[in-house]
């Protein structure tokens, strides 16, 4: 990531999340093993984002989601949470010590038969799941997010929505002199999304910035 400025003024992100209901305990032992064997625990889209979440899947009641970026477990438990009966979620994993996490979590939770980890580069994975899907969530790899828009885009249902997080990347969208891959693939994402007539979409300014993305019916 490049050059860090707040998003928010000091205290207003630790506010919002005391004010939030707390996670339980599944995931509370969760985030403390990857906080104690991972690096960058920060990575998890942690309680106010998983409840923002949940509070969308239960309103949509998605039946099958994607999920770009497992890490270790905490998006997908916490949208599994959230599920109808029958809902599943696939989830896609690069790393395999992540993915062994995860898979031990998932496996001791009550969403063992919920959530498939597929390990591998995701834009391959997603070759062999061609969906159709009612709700994705994007949080990986973003020095190749434009990549990944036309092929997540097509594998959403009528009426489906994409999710990209971290798309304020801790503000270095605003610092023109960070060109790095990373901040170049976020912000061409974000600028390609606002200006397609055939999208609707708003970014959110919660934690590192998520945009919600709906195709518009009829195509425009
Ligand atoms: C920001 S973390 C995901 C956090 C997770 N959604 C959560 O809230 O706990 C991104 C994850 O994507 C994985 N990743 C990076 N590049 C990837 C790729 N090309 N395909 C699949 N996974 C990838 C990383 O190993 C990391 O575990």
């Given at each position: 990531m490049g050059n860090r400025v707040p998003i928010?003024?000091?205290g207003i992100e630790e506010y919002a999340q005391a004010h939030t209901t707390a996670d339980p305990d599944h995931l509370l032992g969760l985030a403390a093993e990857t906080r104690e064997?991972?690096?960058?625990?920060?990575?998890m889209v942690g309680p106010v984002e998983a409840r923002f979440l949940q509070f969308f899947l239960y309103a949509q009641q998605p039946r099958r989601v994607l999920e770009i970026g497992?890490?270790?477990?905490y998006s997908a438990l916490s949208m599994a949470e959230a599920l109808p009966d029958g809902g599943h979620i696939d989830t896609c994993e690069l790393s395999e010590k992540h993915a062994e996490i995860a898979r031990r979590h998932i496996a001791a939770s009550k969403y063992a038969y919920s959530v498939t980890v597929h390990v591998g580069p995701a834009l391959e994975t997603i070759r062999r799941l061609p969906g159709p899907y009612d709700f994705i969530l994007l949080d990986a790899d973003q020095a190749h997010f434009p990549d990944y828009l036309d092929p997540l885009l097509d594998r959403l249902s009528d009426g489906g929505f994409l999710a990209v997080d971290n798309v304020l990347w801790d503000g270095a969208v605003?610092?023109?002199?960070?060109?790095q891959d990373s901040t170049r693939g976020v912000r061409l994402l974000n600028d390609t999304v606002a200006s397609r007539p055939d999208l609707t979409c708003v970014m959110l300014t919660i934690r590192d910035g998520i945009m919600l993305i709906r195709r518009n019916r009829g195509g425009v």
């Amino acid at each position: 990531m490049g050059n860090r400025v707040p998003i928010t003024v000091p205290g207003i992100e630790e506010y919002a999340q005391a004010h939030t209901t707390a996670d339980p305990d599944h995931l509370l032992g969760l985030a403390a093993e990857t906080r104690e064997s991972c690096d960058r625990p920060v990575m998890m889209v942690g309680p106010v984002e998983a409840r923002f979440l949940q509070f969308f899947l239960y309103a949509q009641q998605p039946r099958r989601v994607l999920e770009i970026g497992t890490f270790t477990g905490y998006s997908a438990l916490s949208m599994a949470e959230a599920l109808p009966d029958g809902g599943h979620i696939d989830t896609c994993e690069l790393s395999e010590k992540h993915a062994e996490i995860a898979r031990r979590h998932i496996a001791a939770s009550k969403y063992a038969y919920s959530v498939t980890v597929h390990v591998g580069p995701a834009l391959e994975t997603i070759r062999r799941l061609p969906g159709p899907y009612d709700f994705i969530l994007l949080d990986a790899d973003q020095a190749h997010f434009p990549d990944y828009l036309d092929p997540l885009l097509d594998r959403l249902s009528d009426g489906g929505f994409l999710a990209v997080d971290n798309v304020l990347w801790d503000g270095a969208v605003l610092d023109e002199a960070d060109q790095q891959d990373s901040t170049r693939g976020v912000r061409l994402l974000n600028d390609t999304v606002a200006s397609r007539p055939d999208l609707t979409c708003v970014m959110l300014t919660i934690r590192d910035g998520i945009m919600l993305i709906r195709r518009n019916r009829g195509g425009v």
